[in-house]
């Protein structure tokens, strides 16, 4: 029953096709609209399991503009939008849908749809915005998508997606702004021309197998988010290229294998090529085993979120740090910091999370640790303090020092 009806709606396809060639030019409308229609059919056919009956009432007796998740434009007459997302659909992705070629935008995230991403896309010139997220999809980026000149938004992650990322994509698609390829399988390098686009403003490639470095192009682009956090990205963290995206805001490096300069001892070029980034909210480079000491210069940044546990990172905390009056969020956790913290951390007034827990901190616990209006969370377990718990604490602290249920 399933092939007799997927074969009756081809039929009705190649059978609209051929109606619209002898329509001749006062005819192109209807056809535009039949051909879409057909195609959006034979679309159906191939869905398995609609839980939710989204698609149930797209027939042939229903205006297509009419369907549900479909959005006409009235101007040129064709289908422009499909929104399917958060529906569940399952089946094979097949390339049906590229025959809508008015197409502007196509939203099919969280669902369940196998199979590779179809070549055939390359037909949707039109197409500004792309999002396949949360699907099953496998195989690699078509080679053919480097014919989508116009894309805007392209984001395909948390599907099981393989390769190394095609250069000519990135250096004909250069209208991107927004890409998100994360927790996939890609593999290889980040391709130079990812730089091609100026208005590429927020790249997620985090959770993947990229080697290398990251690209010196990305100084051509308009990043304000930059994720390639759980990589195999190598070499010295990116100064050079970080000090020219004066627009960034949320940076995410961790889980990645790059090291500071001077043979991973030295952090102070890396903190101050960010004091360039004005905009600077969210830093995290949890897990890289970068050396050297906190520099001073850490107090130009406007942060609100720092992460940098899990480090090799000496030295004492630089009083300095009291400058971050933005900053809500403070992690050191399991570094070598020693010394004892310094009583300017109380002018973090803003601070609501610190962690400084598994290091060689020493001394006494600063009484005006308790002053902090907002600070909710405070581990400083698995360090070297002496003395009382401060009787000024309004935290109920139970995590000084190192106490036996820790």
Not at 77 to 92: I, W
Not at 155 to 172: G, K, M
Not at 265 to 292: D, H, I, K, R, Y
Request: include cysteine; charged fraction near 15%.
């Amino acid at each position: 029953m399933f092939l007799v009806k997927a074969v009756f709606v081809l039929l009705l396809f190649i059978l609209s096709t051929g109606q619209a060639t002898m329509m001749g030019h006062n005819g192109h409308t209807h056809h535009s609209l039949l051909t879409d229609k057909a195609a959006l059919l034979a679309f159906k056919s191939t869905i398995k399991f609609d839980p939710n009956c989204t698609i149930a009432g797209w027939g042939d007796d229903v205006d297509v503009c009419s369907f549900r998740g479909v959005r006409c434009d009235k101007h040129h007459h064709r289908v422009a939008q499909l929104f399917l997302p958060d529906c569940g659909l399952t089946g094979h992705f097949s390339p049906f849908l590229s025959n809508l070629t008015g197409l502007r935008v196509l939203k099919l995230f969280n669902n369940h749809f196998s199979g590779v991403i179809p070549p055939e896309f390359s037909h949707l010139r039109h197409l500004l915005c792309l999002q396949l997220d949360e699907n099953n999809l496998q195989g690699p980026i078509p080679e053919s998508f480097a014919l989508l000149s116009k894309l805007r938004t392209l984001t395909l992650s948390e599907n099981s997606l393989t390769e190394a990322l095609p250069p000519s994509f990135f250096r004909n698609c250069t209208s991107l702004g927004n890409l998100d390829l994360s927790l996939n399988f890609f593999t290889g390098k980040i391709p130079q021309e990812i730089g091609n686009s100026p208005h590429l403003w927020s790249l997620n490639l985090y959770n993947n197998q990229f080697v290398g470095q990251l690209p010196a192009s990305l100084v051509n682009t308009s990043m304000c988010n930059l994720d390639v956090g759980t990589n195999n990205l190598s070499g010295e963290l990116p100064s050079d290229i970080l000090g020219k995206l004066s627009l960034l805001k949320y940076l995410q490096l961790s889980y990645n294998n790059m090291i500071s300069h001077d043979k991973n001892s030295n952090l102070e070029p890396f903190f101050t090529a960010l004091e360039n980034c004005t905009s600077l909210a969210e830093l995290q480079l949890v897990s890289m085993g970068l050396g050297g000491r906190l520099p001073s210069s850490i107090s130009q940044l406007n942060i609100t979120k720092m992460l940098l546990q899990e480090n090799q990172i000496t030295g004492s905390i630089p009083p300095s740090i009291a400058n971050l009056s933005y900053l809500m969020t403070l992690n050191l956790t399991s570094n070598h910091l020693n010394g004892k913290i310094s009583s300017m951390i109380s002018r973090l007034s803003k601070l609501e999370q610190l962690f400084l827990s598994q290091n060689l901190f020493s001394g006494e616990i600063p009484a005006v640790l308790g002053q902090l209006p907002h600070l909710g969370l405070l581990d400083l377990s698995y360090n070297n303090f002496n003395g009382p718990i401060p009787a000024t604490s309004r935290m109920g602290w139970g995590a000084c020092g190192k106490l036996p249920w820790m």
